[in-house]
């Protein structure tokens, strides 16, 4: 699920670009939109479902050096089924939410940009695997208040957003062999020996694993870069919490 993957580039994940309910109370106004208290609530509850694949778009997590070895768990901070929603995860689901109404707007200015209902679909299948069934799932969206409509719209605004990610900034980065060796023997490798994983040879990793890795770090730094200055430019009124 490439466009469900690619987001760890940004600290916003690209949920909920225009409103889906009704207005329970403003969180945020980013250039006189509303973010509602709702909305915010309903990214930080998917912030928690890893299976949705959608959390890690919210935490912005970078890719770790040993993410190297295959499969090798990233170690996260369990929550406990039912706990209440901090303060600190609303206002990371807030903050995210800003910075998608500022990445979509930016969007939708090009409209050769278009996500078909195939491609939606196949994603749709692929999150059906993450569960024993398409009940399973199901039942997981009405738990989370998502429902199969705002699912497929917010996988839509994710692919839309993945293509302009790819055209504007993917496309542009180029990782020399010096470049990738030099991160290699400098972070990757100290950093699997701390771990005691087994180091494997450059050249076994460096085409498919390291050099993806490096360009995904480059275009997070300039998407990073380029949401600031759109904070910079626009007009932010917070609320809640």
Same mark, same amino acid.
């Given at each position: 699920?490439?466009?469900?993957?690619?987001?760890?580039?940004?600290?916003?994940?690209?949920?909920?670009?225009?409103?889906?309910?009704?207005?329970?109370?403003?969180?945020?106004?980013v250039n006189e939109e509303i973010i509602s208290i709702g909305e915010v609530r309903?990214?930080?509850?998917?912030?928690?479902?890893?299976?949705?694949?959608?959390?890690?778009?919210?935490?912005?997590?970078?890719?770790?050096?040993?993410?190297?070895?295959a499969g090798t768990p990233i170690e996260r901070a369990p929550v406990v089924a039912?706990?209440?929603?901090?303060?600190? +995860?609303?206002?990371?689901?807030?903050?995210?939410?800003?910075?998608?109404?500022l990445v979509f707007r930016e969007v939708r200015r090009f409209p050769r940009i278009?996500?078909?209902?195939?491609?939606?679909?196949?994603?749709?299948?692929?999150?059906?695997?993450?569960?024993?069934?398409?009940?399973?799932?199901?039942?997981? *969206?009405?738990?989370?208040? *998502?429902?199969?409509?705002?699912?497929?719209?917010?996988?839509?605004?994710? *692919? *839309?957003?993945?293509?302009?990610?790819?055209?504007?900034?993917?496309?542009?980065?180029?990782?020399?062999?010096?470049?990738?060796?030099?991160?290699?023997?400098? +972070?990757?490798?100290?950093?699997?020996?701390?771990?005691?994983?087994?180091?494997? !040879?450059? +050249?076994?990793?460096?085409?498919?694993?390291?050099?993806?890795?490096?360009?995904?770090?480059?275009?997070?730094?300039?998407?990073?870069?380029?949401?600031?200055?759109?904070?910079?430019?626009?007009?932010?009124?917070?609320?809640? !919490?």
């Amino acid at each position: 699920m490439r466009a469900l993957t690619l987001f760890a580039v940004l600290p916003a994940a690209v949920l909920m670009a225009a409103p889906q309910h009704p207005l329970d109370g403003i969180a945020a106004a980013v250039n006189e939109e509303i973010i509602s208290i709702g909305e915010v609530r309903r990214a930080a509850r998917l912030a928690r479902e890893e299976r949705f694949g959608l959390g890690a778009l919210c935490r912005g997590e970078r890719m770790p050096a040993a993410q190297l070895a295959a499969g090798t768990p990233i170690e996260r901070a369990p929550v406990v089924a039912g706990q209440p929603l901090s303060n600190q +995860e609303l206002e990371q689901a807030r903050e995210c939410l800003i910075d998608t109404r500022l990445v979509f707007r930016e969007v939708r200015r090009f409209p050769r940009i278009a996500a078909t209902d195939e491609q939606i679909d196949q994603l749709v299948a692929d999150l059906v695997e993450r569960f024993e069934s398409a009940v399973e799932l199901e039942a997981e *969206l009405e738990r989370v208040g *998502l429902t199969n409509e705002e699912l497929r719209a917010d996988l839509r605004r994710q *692919l *839309l957003v993945s293509e302009y990610i790819d055209n504007r900034f993917l496309a542009t980065v180029d990782i020399t062999d010096q470049a990738a060796r030099e991160a290699w023997d400098t +972070e990757f490798v100290p950093d699997m020996q701390a771990r005691g994983i087994p180091v494997p !040879p450059y +050249e076994t990793v460096a085409e498919d694993l390291l050099v993806p890795i490096l360009q995904q770090r480059e275009v997070n730094r300039r998407v990073q870069s380029w949401i600031l200055d759109l904070r910079e430019r626009a007009t932010i009124r917070r609320k809640y !919490p």
